[in-house]
């Protein structure tokens, strides 16, 4: 069965870096266009930055400059390099793929950025 499974998250002051990490299984995962979705405490979920099969990256407006997405096929993994973290940042993280019409999440990882 598609099991995404998140890692990476942490406690990071503002200004710092994180990478996340989600390794992806049960599927063909070099066919399949990856998302990172976040959602903040009394928030909805909102779109982070998606990568295609092909390696076109898009990014929200709130994290262009900060976030990069990237993905290893050979791993079957996909990553967000976070940098300058800011307070509103903090959220639990999510990678996401859909396949056959079906969307599969990760069980997320929190991550907090506070002094």
Known sequence: QVQLVESGGGLVQPGGSLRLSCAASGIDFSTNTMRWYRQGPGKGRESVASITAGGRQTYADFVKGRFTISRDNVKTSVYL????????????????????GRSYWGQGTQVTVSS
């Open 81 to 100: 390099q976070m940098n300058s973290l800011k307070t509103e940042d903090t959220a639990v993280y999510y990678c996401q793929v859909t396949v056959s």
